[in-house]
């Protein structure tokens, strides 16, 4: 099974600042790797998939980056409603694991 | 407008069993894999088991593998998870969610609201 690891674990920013998450894969899962927002309450919602495409609906201020074991989501500036948890997801190989998230609040 | 909605949780006795049901609209649920994912509390997310949209085969997380079963009713539209032998470890939120295509490993483009579902005596 394939482990994600995600760094920072908590990211501490304000709005208007540029956030950068990173994902990293125990081994390369190509770029099949995508990423995910949710909120208190509420089910996760796709932002991006195969590293850097942009899914349905989501903003320009998301993107992402990287192929093999080394992944980024920058924001490049931070909304109120961006204030969330992160996850990462690599569908490679199954199951599809997940990272265990970063979680962005408000400094 | 896509949506998905899931019932069928609640309270179970460890070794108990329980049906959840996810009923799909605005979209027709056998032509994209569909896929059941869970969330302990406060914990991160499980892809537990997916139907591919091609082909109908069935995969399983190993944390469930043998245990649960996962079908889909075509005329209703309708994702089902048959889970047996229940855990307290599969103590969770249960979302139903549509892949963006009917390979089996496609990305999750729509989520249920969830249904939880407890395993205590």
């Known amino acids: 099974e394939i482990v994600l690891t995600q760094s920072p674990a908590t990211l501490s920013l304000s709005p208007g600042d540029r956030a950068t998450l990173s994902c990293r894969a125990s081994q390369s899962v190509s770029s099949y790797l995508g990423w995910y927002q949710q909120k208190p309450g509420q089910a996760p919602r796709l932002l991006i998939y195969d590293a850097s495409i942009r899914a349905t609906g989501i903003p320009a201020r998301f993107s992402g980056s990287g192929s093999g074991t080394d992944f980024t989501l920058t924001i490049s500036s931070l909304e109120p409603e961006d204030f969330a948890v992160y996850y990462c997801q690599q569908r490679n190989y199954w199951p599809g694991t997940f990272g265990p998230g970063t979680k962005v609040d408000v400094k | 407008e896509v949506q998905l909605l899931e019932s069928g949780g609640g309270l179970v006795q460890p070794g108990g069993s329980l049906r959840l049901s996810c009923a799909a609209s605005?979209?027709?649920?056998?032509?994209?894999?569909m896929s059941w994912v869970r969330q302990a509390p406060g914990k991160g997310l499980e892809w537990v088991s997916v139907i591919s949209g091609s082909d109908g085969n069935t995969y399983y997380a190993d944390s469930v593998k043998g245990r649960f079963t996962i079908s889909r009713e075509t005329s209703k539209n309708t994702l089902y998870l048959q889970m047996n032998s229940l855990r307290a470890e599969d103590t969770a939120v249960y979302y139903c969610a549509k892949g963006v295509t009917s390979w089996y490993l496609a990305p999750l483009d729509y989520w249920g609201q969830g249904a939880l579902v407890t395993v205590s005596s």
């Open positions: 605005a979209f027709t649920s056998s032509g994209y894999a």
